[in-house]
């Protein structure tokens, strides 16, 4: 449960409902209509003006945490839950869930009501994030569900507070219509509190499910338990999750193992790592194997409490970044996993080795589950609306959406010679291993959005450029980058581009428009000396305080391969993947970095797409556009009901 309520305050505070009156069922068509060029934004409300069509959100209010996300064989439906105030659009004492159900990850229908509300004395303040089982609490296959979730009965609670004993407890709920309706177990809480003899900074957001790595370690039969983990931190100590074992036919069983990582206060390997922060949230484990059959284990972390970063000026100074996305973080780690001896008993525990940032933008709290149709590993995060003033945010009567399910494997790339610029040890957020070759195979995790996201394409306008690869020799200073761009004409949209990036190019990528003349635009680009990924958000004057539209920065880097046979060197090309819908942009690069961001147009379409390069050495660029294509027009159908 991620516990900041504003981009304004770490602590959550109660705003009262400020007067809009609340649709109580909508339905949402992601058709988006085509405008001419000269037309400006028509008045659809403020509700409508910058909600996105094709991603998931709350029917209106507050929301933030993906919950209980899984899969139901007996009916074939996916289900995801989320944290949701209905009453305003703060968070606020009482959050609930909502809940959503889709057969494709793509068309959706919304509950119009909560699923889960605090509506006991153990959860009187709140129903925190938690995790689904297709199964009853004993395991029953009959087609009963179960969630597991953090119930709340005092507030606040945040990792610089004095944790409050009893504050947070572990509770259970199951559905037997299908996850139309939710019955909370008679027993719950079915853990009171965290471990008695740790003075803890959290205790909440459990994730369970079978864990055979750990089963091995521990020398149990791979079916025998399920395993729990619980997210916090133990005070002036570490960030950890307290790791329990769980009988696989009784969900109420709970036996406390441990902490299982002890890493220290903010360690922070390097810039490709992130900070690791003094509390986690919504902690997931799970094994990935790559192309090979190579296996890691992995936890991914919603990180809270880094340091302040910097991140340069246009006029060469540094500036600290202090708030919303940048003092907490979505993180994983791959670690060694091992069974340890601990007072005659023998306990787990996951040596930290390396980890990455899963992604660099306003995207928290991710949460996964195992899907048994596509055989991969499927992820949401919240994306937030920190950007954007109260005023703003309170006058358009939502905050917050869920970004697009992402699909997260383990990912080897192989016979690597270099990176770009940096030594490929001194990147903390890669695996090497050194080959028969004298090159190295590169291990990283590897994140896109499902691939059954294709549907949206259905209906859209494909715009390409029908050139042979271009040789890029234009600066974004120019009056006009390439003499022919993509006509995007809508706010919902798809990209696909690649670019083989020169020695002499300084910077290399694409230019969306959001006026007739470029000059309000958002800027995509590439500097491979500095191994930076930036998006150059619009300046965009509304409201008082205006939308914060600083720079989203992350570090990637481009790897040159050996053919083994040849002993030709190449190296890879500079891949760009992005989803524009409405308001949010999610950008993907090489499928190793993601940053998500939030763009408030004033305009209600977009006016193309352009790419550039700026070159040191005209003459000998080699820098050159593969592919530039892009969906205009993406559509799907959200119901609520």
């Given at each position: 449960?991620?516990?900041?309520?504003?981009?304004?305050?770490?602590?959550?505070?109660?705003?009262?409902?400020?007067?809009?009156?609340?649709?109580?069922?909508?339905?949402?068509?992601?058709?988006?209509?085509?405008?001419?060029?000269?037309?400006?934004?028509?008045?659809?409300?403020?509700?409508?003006?910058?909600?996105?069509?094709?991603?998931?959100?709350?029917?209106?209010?507050?929301?933030?945490?993906?919950?209980?996300?899984?899969?139901?064989?007996?009916?074939?439906?996916?289900?995801?839950?989320?944290?949701?105030?209905?009453?305003g659009n703060d968070w606020d004492e009482g959050i609930a869930w909502g809940h959503s159900e889709s057969r494709d990850l793509?068309?959706?229908?919304?509950?119009?009501?909560?699923?889960?509300?605090?509506?006991?004395?153990?959860?009187?303040?709140?129903?925190?994030?938690?995790?689904?089982?297709?199964?009853?609490?004993?395991?029953?296959?009959?087609?009963?569900?179960?969630?597991?979730?953090?119930?709340?009965?005092?507030?606040?609670?945040?990792?610089?507070?004095?944790?409050?004993?009893?504050?947070?407890?572990?509770?259970?709920?199951?559905?037997?219509?299908?996850?139309?309706?939710?019955?909370?177990?008679?027993?719950?809480?079915?853990?009171?509190?965290?471990?008695?003899?740790?003075?803890?900074?959290?205790?909440?957001?459990?994730?369970?499910?079978?864990?055979?790595?750990?089963?091995?370690?521990?020398?149990?039969?791979?079916?025998?338990?399920?395993?729990?983990?619980?997210?916090?931190?133990?005070?002036?100590?570490?960030?950890?999750?307290?790791?329990?074992?769980?009988?696989?036919?009784?969900?109420?069983?709970?036996?406390?193992?441990?902490?299982?990582?002890?890493?220290?206060?903010?360690?922070?390997?390097?810039?490709?790592?992130?900070?690791?922060?003094?509390?986690?949230?919504?902690?997931?484990?799970?094994?990935?194997?790559?192309?090979?059959?190579?296996?890691?284990?992995?936890?991914?972390?919603?990180?809270?409490?880094?340091?302040?970063?910097?991140?340069?000026?246009?006029?060469?100074?540094?500036?600290?970044?202090?708030?919303?996305?940048?003092?907490?973080?979505?993180?994983?780690?791959?670690?060694?996993?091992?069974?340890?001896?601990?007072?005659?008993?023998?306990?787990?525990?996951?040596?930290?080795?390396?980890?990455?940032?899963?992604?660099?933008?306003?995207?928290?709290?991710?949460?996964?589950?195992?899907?048994?149709?596509?055989?991969?590993?499927?992820?949401?995060?919240?994306?937030?609306?920190?950007?954007?003033?109260?005023?703003?945010?309170?006058?358009?009567?939502?905050?917050?959406?869920?970004?697009?399910?992402?699909?997260?494997?383990?990912?080897?790339?192989?016979?690597?010679?270099?990176?770009?610029?940096?030594?490929?040890?001194?990147?903390?957020?890669?695996?090497?291993?050194?080959?028969?070759?004298?090159?190295?195979?590169?291990?990283?995790?590897?994140?896109?959005?499902?691939?059954?996201?294709?549907?949206?394409?259905?209906?859209?306008?494909?715009?390409?450029?029908?050139?042979?690869?271009?040789?890029?020799?234009?600066?974004?200073?120019?009056?006009?980058?390439?003499?022919?761009?993509?006509?995007?004409?809508?706010?919902?949209?798809?990209?696909?581009?690649?670019?083989?990036?020169?020695?002499?190019?300084?910077?290399?990528?694409?230019?969306?428009?959001?006026?007739?003349?470029?000059?309000?635009?958002?800027?995509?680009?590439?500097c491979p000396e500095d191994e930076t990924f930036t998006i150059l958000r619009p300046e965009i004057a509304l409201g008082d305080?205006?939308?914060?539209?600083?720079?989203?920065?992350?570090?990637?880097?481009?790897?040159?391969?050996?053919?083994?046979?040849?002993?030709?060197?190449?190296?890879?090309?500079?891949?760009?993947?992005?989803?524009f819908d409405q308001s949010v942009l999610e950008v993907f690069i090489c499928g190793r970095t993601a940053i998500s961001t939030?763009?408030?147009?004033?305009?209600?379409?977009?006016?193309?797409?352009?790419?550039?390069?700026?070159?040191?050495?005209?003459?000998?660029?080699?820098?050159?556009?593969?592919?530039?294509?892009?969906?205009?027009?993406?559509?799907?159908?959200?119901?609520?009901?």
């Amino acid at each position: 449960m991620a516990t900041t309520a504003t981009q304004d305050m770490d602590v959550p505070y109660h705003v009262s409902a400020n007067g809009i009156q609340h649709p109580t069922s909508l339905f949402i068509n992601g058709e988006a209509k085509l405008h001419e060029p000269s037309h400006k934004r028509s008045d659809k409300g403020a509700f409508f003006r910058w909600r996105p069509s094709y991603h998931l959100m709350a029917p209106h209010g507050w929301m933030n945490d993906p919950c209980a996300p899984g899969y139901d064989p007996s009916t074939g439906l996916y289900h995801v839950a989320f944290q949701w105030n209905p009453k305003g659009n703060d968070w606020d004492e009482g959050i609930a869930w909502g809940h959503s159900e889709s057969r494709d990850l793509v068309s959706w229908k919304t509950a119009k009501m909560t699923c889960l509300t605090p509506d006991t004395h153990y959860d009187r303040c709140g129903v925190f994030t938690g995790c689904f089982r297709p199964t009853g609490i004993n395991g029953e296959t009959d087609g009963t569900l179960s969630y597991i979730y953090t119930s709340v009965n005092k507030l606040p609670i945040h990792h610089t507070l004095t944790y409050t004993e009893g504050s947070e407890s572990l509770s259970l709920a199951t559905s037997t219509d299908g996850g139309r309706s939710w019955e909370k177990f008679p027993d719950n809480p079915i853990l009171m509190a965290p471990p008695s003899d740790i003075e803890v900074t959290g205790w909440r957001d459990p994730f369970v499910a079978p864990w055979p790595s750990l089963s091995a370690a521990l020398g149990h039969k791979a079916d025998e338990y399920m395993y729990g983990i619980i997210s916090g931190g133990i005070v002036n100590k570490t960030p950890t999750t307290f790791i329990y074992s769980i009988l696989a036919k009784d969900l109420s069983k709970w036996e406390y193992l441990g902490p299982l990582m002890t890493v220290g206060l903010n360690h922070k390997l390097s810039r490709w790592s992130g900070d690791l922060g003094v509390n986690w949230e919504v902690s997931n484990f799970m094994t990935l194997s790559d192309q090979d059959g190579v296996s890691r284990d992995i936890l991914v972390v919603g990180a809270e409490g880094g340091l302040p970063v910097h991140v340069p000026k246009a006029s060469g100074e540094n500036q600290a970044l202090t708030g919303g996305d940048f003092t907490r973080a979505p993180l994983w780690m791959m670690g060694q996993l091992r069974g340890i001896n601990r007072d005659g008993r023998l306990v787990p525990e996951m040596q930290y080795e390396f980890g990455g940032v899963l992604d660099f933008g306003c995207f928290y709290a991710a949460n996964s589950f195992w899907d048994p149709v596509s055989k991969e590993r499927i992820l949401w995060g919240w994306i937030t609306e920190d950007d954007l003033p109260n005023k703003l945010r309170h006058h358009q009567n939502w905050s917050g959406l869920l970004s697009l399910p992402r699909i997260v494997r383990l990912k080897s790339v192989h016979h690597v010679k270099n990176a770009r610029v940096s030594n490929l040890k001194s990147i903390t957020s890669v695996e090497t291993e050194l080959d028969e070759h004298g090159t190295y195979t590169v291990r990283t995790l590897e994140t896109m959005p499902d691939k059954r996201l294709e549907s949206l394409r259905i209906g859209a306008r494909k715009l390409e450029l029908h050139l042979s690869p271009v040789k890029m020799d234009a600066s974004l200073a120019g009056s006009n980058v390439l003499s022919e761009y993509l006509d995007i004409r809508t706010l919902h949209w798809e990209l696909e581009c690649s670019f083989t990036v020169g020695k002499s190019c300084n910077s290399v990528g694409i230019v969306i428009g959001h006026s007739v003349d470029f000059q309000t635009r958002t800027v995509l680009s590439f500097c491979p000396e500095d191994e930076t990924f930036t998006i150059l958000r619009p300046e965009i004057a509304l409201g008082d305080p205006a939308i914060d539209n600083k720079p989203e920065v992350a570090p990637h880097t481009l790897f040159t391969m050996v053919n083994p046979v040849t002993g030709q060197a190449e190296e890879e090309p500079l891949q760009i993947r992005a989803w524009f819908d409405q308001s949010v942009l999610e950008v993907f690069i090489c499928g190793r970095t993601a940053i998500s961001t939030r763009i408030y147009p004033q305009e209600d379409r977009c006016f193309g797409i352009k790419a550039f390069a700026e070159i040191s050495d005209v003459e000998s660029s080699s820098t050159i556009l593969q592919k530039l294509e892009a969906w205009d027009g993406l559509r799907t159908k959200i119901e609520v009901a």
